[in-house]
């Protein structure tokens, strides 16, 4: 069964032990099984707190990470693939501290608006630096999913086959394609499609609508993403993401775009998004049932 995750900045863009504390408790009350917590300052990350938050509300952790320009591991530049390699592998340490499952995001470049295509040889590079960080996770446990994000985020993985690729020429067991439906809905000719055929090379899912605000309020089509999902035999996570200026300031706002203020209500959007997401896997898995031939997907 997948477990159900919130991401942490539905509730607060910063991680000191308040709150870690109040993050972590309400994401436990409304139910999910998971909190996913994005550090880009490891050292405001309070491991302590989150622990003991995690343990005694009984959720899991996963964690996304994302690199700067002076960090783009695809750059071809050895100065800057050389920092950004450091950089993910102290982020698995962080991770590894803190119990995570999943260390997700844009591994494999910078987040930015790029001007020019990737290069053969700075994918290359890529690809070796994920190798590494990929060992080092394994040795935790950790499942790295590389997020297949918009044109406008990284030029190096738009599409779940380009993802798959990349995936396989990492050739690491621990190494998944990480899909997100709001960036799909951007890239992909045909989103059920694409999730069906990543199979089982899928290791992370993100739901977020059209516009990132309430599930369901967009142009998204949950009832094909959901039923994509449960014919693939994904039984991994699946984690809310959405972004209000109500929550995030600066430098979030603007390395995400978040320019309009899409909720205000914390609680409700994130009570709201795990019903969503109970009733449309449900209905899918029921839909899956009458199927002809249909496999158990559980
Ligand atoms: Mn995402």
């Given at each position: ?5 919130l991401h942490a900045f539905v509730w607060t863009a910063g991680?000191?032990?308040?709150d870690?504390?109040r993050a972590i408790g309400r994401t ?7 909190i ?211 929550v ?18 914390s609680r409700?959007?994130a ?28």
């Amino acid at each position: 069964m997948n477990k159900l995750g919130l991401h942490a900045f539905v509730w607060t863009a910063g991680w000191n032990a308040d709150d870690a504390t109040r993050a972590i408790g309400r994401t436990a009350e409304l139910g999910f099984d998971l909190i996913e917590a994005s550090a880009m300052d490891y050292a405001a990350f309070d491991v302590a707190a989150t622990r003991r938050a995690l343990e005694a509300n009984r959720i899991g952790i996963t964690m996304s990470f994302g690199l700067t320009d002076d960090m783009d591991v695809s750059s071809g530049d050895p100065g800057r693939v050389a920092h950004g390699e450091r950089h993910l592998l102290d982020g698995i340490s962080l991770a590894r501290d803190v119990g995570a499952t999943h260390v997700c995001g844009i591994l494999y470049s910078a987040f930015r608006k790029y001007d020019t295509p990737p290069t053969q040889d700075g994918i290359a590079g890529s690809v070796e630096v994920v190798r590494r960080v990929a060992e080092k996770a394994q040795a935790s446990g950790i499942t790295l999913g590389m997020e297949v994000v918009n044109r406008y985020e990284s030029n190096v993985l738009n599409t779940a086959r380009q993802a798959v690729r990349f995936c396989d020429r990492v050739g690491m067991p621990n190494v998944k394609v990480h899909l997100d439906c709001y960036h799909m809905n951007i890239e992909e000719a045909d989103i059920a499609a694409a999730i069906t055929q990543t199979g089982d090379r899928l290791g992370y899912f993100h739901t977020g609508d059209s516009h990132r605000g309430y599930l369901g309020s967009g142009s998204i089509d949950f009832g094909c993403v959901f039923r994509a999902l449960v014919a693939s035999g994904y039984a991994g996570p699946i984690t809310f993401e959405s972004f209000s200026s109500a929550v995030v300031g600066q430098p979030l706002e603007g390395i995400l775009g978040i320019w309009r203020t899409l909720w205000d209500d914390s609680r409700d959007l994130a009570a709201h998004a795990k019903l969503f997401t109970d009733a449309h896997l449900h209905a899918a898995r029921q839909a899956w049932r009458h199927v002809p031939d249909a496999i158990d997907p559980d």
